[in-house]
């Protein structure tokens, strides 16, 4: 009789978690995450077809969480929303930092940057739109965009929110 296992996807993301974590991607394995869960090889691949959707799972997870924490700045005055997006980048970033300077990861992930790039800065620009209603500017889609792939790009780069909300100030006026 097989042994049942509650909860399996849910244990193979955590444990795939701890192991970026830990031993970055190249260490992290599709064998290593199944035996630390005490599941045969096989059985992770009923659940990710990959090492590298397990990863984006394990992403993926963080990221949804990510956004429904941003739909709690929404009502916000505009400096609160700005500070909000830029806190919870730099916890997801800090979260995943290892991943990102991983040499190995960047070599695999290269091909889909900037499809995933272009969703990222879209996402953000939804939670950056409502503040450029307001601003004189003819094309507020195209400010929210540019607001959001500032964000990005200067979250990235360490730049403070004082530095940042100066900046963007000036636009949505």
Not at 125 to 145: G, S, Y
Request: proline letters at 3%.
């Amino acid at each position: 009789m097989p042994k049942i296992i509650e909860n399996v996807r849910e244990q193979l993301l955590s444990e795939a978690k701890k192991q970026i974590a830990e031993s970055g991607y190249a260490k992290t394995t599709i064998r290593s995450v199944a035996k630390a869960c005490g599941l045969g090889t096989g059985t992770v691949y009923n659940y990710f077809p990959s090492k590298d959707m397990l990863i984006a799972s394990v992403m993926a997870e963080d990221w949804k969480l990510c956004l429904q924490q941003l739909e709690t700045y929404l009502s916000e005055e505009p400096e609160k929303i700005v500070q909000g997006i830029y806190g919870s980048l730099t916890e997801y970033m800090q979260k995943y930092h290892t991943l990102f300077c991983d040499s190995d990861a960047a070599k695999v992930y290269a091909t889909m940057f900037s499809e995933r790039h272009q969703q990222l800065r879209s996402q953000l620009a939804n939670f950056v739109r409502p503040i450029c209603d307001k601003a004189t500017v003819p094309d507020k889609d195209f400010l929210a965009e540019w607001i959001a792939e500032s964000l990005l790009t200067w979250t990235v780069a360490g730049k403070g929110i004082e530095e940042q909300y100066e900046i963007i100030k000036q636009l949505i006026k």
